[in-house]
């Protein structure tokens, strides 16, 4: 059984900080990772995939990869109040394009 | 482009009824997956189809559950009887293939209540 272990949260940061989010797996093959944003009564919204270890960047949010450490993180830079969420980490490969998603980061951001 | 589309979007049933939700994905989306999310989890993925076919529903409670994508395009996924612990957000999504899930989509979800 594959597994995804986030902090359930919350995280909470004032606003213009950096925010960390952090995600482990256990499936040593997984291949692909990726980063949804959902909020309340809403539907998942993917904001992020990496594949490859160390960094991507696509705007305010870096996404980071260790795979010896079975270790990706997303931060977000200049966290805004519109950034208050959960953050959902979700995992697949390993022979599988099925993907397991953690439970999910909560993010409150105050100004 | 025209997003993922279900019905309905709230549904309050007792349990050991039945109840079925609907979901059209996006035009072209030849992979479709319907997910469980229970309150304080991520989604659950129930079961993925590839076209008409199914390519994964090994966390699919088959004793209760079932689903079906007929003619490929869009799916119905039912629960018979319903029990308690069915309460949840069933969130269909859709993909060009099931390799591309940097370019999954979900709809806007059917929340389930069973009293």
């Known amino acids: 059984q594959k597994e995804v272990e986030q902090n359930s949260g919350p995280l909470s940061v004032p606003e213009g900080a950096i925010a960390s989010l952090n995600c482990t797996y256990s499936?040593?093959?997984?291949?692909?990772f990726f980063w949804y944003r959902q909020y309340s009564g809403k539907s998942p919204e993917l904001i992020m995939f990496?594949?490859?270890?160390g960094d991507k960047e696509d705007g305010r949010f870096t996404a980071q990869l260790n795979k010896a450490s079975q270790y990706v993180s997303l931060l977000i830079r200049d966290s805004q109040p519109s950034d208050s969420a959960t953050y959902l980490c979700?995992?697949?490969?390993?022979?599988?394009?099925?993907?397991?998603f953690g439970r999910g980061t909560s993010l409150i951001v105050h100004p | 482009e025209a997003g993922v589309a279900q019905s309905p979007r709230y549904k309050i049933i007792e349990k050991r009824q039945s109840v079925a939700f609907w979901c059209n994905p996006i035009?072209?989306?030849?992979?479709l997956y319907w997910y469980q999310q229970i309150l304080g989890q991520g989604p659950k993925l129930l079961i993925q189809?590839?076209?008409?076919?199914?390519?994964?529903d090994s966390q699919l409670p088959k004793d209760r559950f079932s689903a079906e994508r007929l003619k490929g395009v869009d799916s119905t996924l039912k629960i018979q009887p319903a029990k308690l612990e069915d309460s949840a957000v069933y969130l269909c999504?859709?993909?060009?293939?099931?390799?591309?899930?940097?370019?999954?989509?979900f709809g806007p979800g059917t929340r389930l209540t069973v009293l």
């Open positions: 990496i594949y490859s270890n």
């Open positions: 189809f590839q076209n008409n076919g199914v390519v994964d």
């Open positions: 979700a995992v697949s490969g390993g022979g599988s394009y099925i993907p397991t």
């Open positions: 999504a859709s993909s060009l293939e099931a390799a591309a899930l940097n370019e999954q989509f």
């Open positions: 035009s072209g989306h030849a992979t």
């Open positions: 499936d040593r093959g997984s291949q692909s």
